[in-house]
């Protein structure tokens, strides 16, 4: 190398110029630390995008969503189908069934989560459901591979559930009764104030008197008693229920008075045929408000009324009065019966040079002659000329 070349750099080394690369660094798919090149990043987002855009698409179609459905549906009619002591053949189907069915379930539910996101996939409430409902079936299967956790069966009824996404209807229905559910609390806190109140009135007035005297001297007790407070609960909402409650009213008439039988009238009267009939009213008033609300939705839709048409309304009111003013002659305006002048099209320009003539104006008439300068100068000027003429 030239020396020249050498004195050219800073320090006259030529270690000091920049390093060359090495012959694997440009082919290497990692930069010097470690991390991907821009342009392999941008094709991995863009290829998860449209992986994510595609999954959108698959999970939101109907047909996936009609697949899902029949799927709970025959998933229903297999759990419907056991019976005690069946055949060990239907047993080993039915279990294979239950693992066809939760595999399907479970593909449903990573096929969301990588189209939607976590986030996206819990901001429904009906797929956080529904992925409850997959996570206790994988526990119930793991369980049961080990031997234990039989309980956990009982939790495939909840898949029936499922159908409510499916269903407009049911899922307005069920969304009316949550609705009402904080009137259905203050309801039950009322029940459960009631029956306490008449089981400790029944455990006053029949403890220990329900109970059937045997030949040795014993006594034995009745099912239905008001013995302790818990019997005396039950018998109550048996009562209420309507349960048999003649026969209690009876031992109450026979181990007492007949008078007893006011104390079984008036619990069947506030109790059943008021509080009970209160429940019924709390959930009618509770689905005649969802009606209503969805009435008046309608017809906001159809007959849209804005701030604009108000005052439009308003403006052609305001028009016809006064179109119906009187004259000052004392009769009726008659534009509010004339209809409106049509409005002219607009004239097109025309290249060529407009021809057109005013009309004389009639300015005066025979009963009314009226004379102008002008009119009057000329009539001069020309009976000059004429006089003129004459002499000559």
Request: hydrophobic fraction near 45%.
């Given at each position: 190398r030239?020396?020249s070349?050498?004195s050219?750099?800073?320090?006259?080394?030529?270690?000091?110029?920049s390093?060359?690369?090495?012959?694997?660094?440009?082919?290497?798919p990692?930069?010097?630390d470690?991390?991907?090149p821009?342009?392999?990043?941008?094709?991995?987002?863009?290829?998860?995008?449209?992986?994510?855009?595609?999954l959108?698409?698959?999970?939101t179609?109907?047909?996936?969503n009609?697949?899902?459905?029949?799927?709970?549906?025959i998933?229903?009619?297999?759990?419907g189908?056991?019976?005690?002591?069946?055949?060990?053949?239907?047993?080993?189907v039915?279990?294979?069934?239950?693992?066809?069915?939760?595999?399907?379930?479970?593909?449903?539910?990573?096929?969301?989560?990588l189209?939607?996101g976590?986030?996206?996939?819990i901001?429904?409430?009906?797929?956080s459901?529904?992925?409850?409902i997959?996570?206790?079936?994988?526990w119930?299967?793991?369980?049961?591979?080990?031997?234990?956790?039989s309980?956990?069966r009982?939790?495939?009824?909840?898949?029936?559930?499922?159908?409510?996404?499916?269903m407009?209807?049911l899922?307005?229905?069920?969304?009316?009764l949550?609705?009402?559910m904080?009137?259905?609390?203050?309801?039950?806190?009322?029940?459960?104030l009631?029956?306490f109140i008449?089981?400790?009135?029944?455990?006053?007035?029949?403890?220990c008197?329900?109970?059937?005297?045997?030949?040795?001297?014993?006594t034995?007790?009745?099912?239905?008693?008001?013995d302790s407070?818990?019997?005396?609960?039950?018998?109550?909402?048996?009562?209420l229920?309507?349960?048999?409650w003649?026969t209690?009213?009876?031992?109450g008439m026979a181990?007492?008075?007949?008078?007893?039988?006011?104390?079984?009238?008036a619990?069947?009267?506030?109790?059943n045929?008021?509080?009970?009939n209160?429940?019924?009213a709390?959930l009618v008033?509770?689905?005649?408000?969802?009606?209503d609300?969805?009435?008046?939705?309608a017809?906001d839709?159809?007959?849209?009324?804005?701030e604009?048409e108000?005052?439009?309304e308003?403006?052609?009111a305001e028009l016809?009065?006064?179109?119906?003013?009187?004259?000052?002659?004392?009769l009726?305006?008659?534009?509010?019966?004339?209809?409106?002048p049509?409005?002219?099209?607009?004239?097109?320009?025309?290249l060529?040079?407009?021809?057109?003539?005013?009309a004389h104006?009639?300015?005066?008439?025979?009963?009314?002659?009226?004379?102008?300068?002008?009119?009057s100068r000329?009539?001069?000027?020309?009976s000059?000329?004429?006089?003129t003429?004459?002499?000559?």
């Amino acid at each position: 190398r030239p020396d020249s070349e050498l004195s050219n750099q800073p320090d006259g080394n030529p270690t000091s110029r920049s390093k060359k690369k090495s012959p694997n660094q440009g082919n290497s798919p990692l930069n010097v630390d470690g991390a991907a090149p821009e342009p392999i990043r941008g094709i991995v987002w863009w290829g998860w995008a449209e992986l994510q855009t595609r999954l959108d698409q698959v999970v939101t179609s109907r047909y996936f969503n009609r697949g899902i459905m029949m799927a709970i549906l025959i998933n229903t009619l297999s759990m419907g189908i056991e019976f005690h002591q069946q055949p060990q053949e239907l047993t080993d189907v039915l279990e294979i069934s239950n693992l066809v069915f939760t595999s399907m379930f479970v593909l449903e539910m990573v096929l969301k989560l990588l189209a939607f996101g976590f986030f996206g996939y819990i901001k429904n409430p009906y797929n956080s459901f529904d992925s409850v409902i997959v996570i206790i079936s994988v526990w119930e299967i793991i369980g049961q591979a080990d031997g234990g956790l039989s309980v956990l069966r009982t939790f495939r009824l909840l898949r029936v559930l499922k159908l409510v996404r499916f269903m407009p209807a049911l899922r307005r229905q069920l969304v009316v009764l949550m609705k009402t559910m904080d009137n259905v609390a203050t309801f039950c806190m009322l029940l459960m104030l009631f029956i306490f109140i008449f089981s400790i009135l029944g455990m006053h007035l029949f403890g220990c008197k329900f109970g059937l005297k045997l030949e040795n001297g014993d006594t034995l007790p009745d099912r239905k008693n008001f013995d302790s407070l818990l019997w005396a609960i039950v018998t109550v909402f048996q009562i209420l229920t309507q349960e048999d409650w003649n026969t209690v009213l009876y031992n109450g008439m026979a181990s007492t008075t007949p008078l007893a039988s006011l104390y079984f009238v008036a619990l069947m009267t506030f109790g059943n045929y008021v509080l009970f009939n209160l429940l019924v009213a709390i959930l009618v008033e509770g689905f005649q408000a969802e009606g209503d609300a969805n009435r008046s939705e309608a017809d906001d839709e159809k007959h849209p009324t804005s701030e604009e048409e108000k005052l439009r309304e308003l403006y052609t009111a305001e028009l016809k009065v006064q179109a119906m003013m009187l004259t000052p002659n004392g009769l009726l305006n008659p534009r509010a019966s004339m209809p409106l002048p049509p409005t002219p099209p607009p004239r097109q320009p025309s290249l060529q040079p407009s021809t057109w003539q005013p009309a004389h104006l009639i300015t005066h008439s025979v009963a009314t002659p009226t004379t102008y300068s002008s009119q009057s100068r000329r009539g001069s000027a020309i009976s000059a000329e004429t006089s003129t003429v004459l002499d000559h």
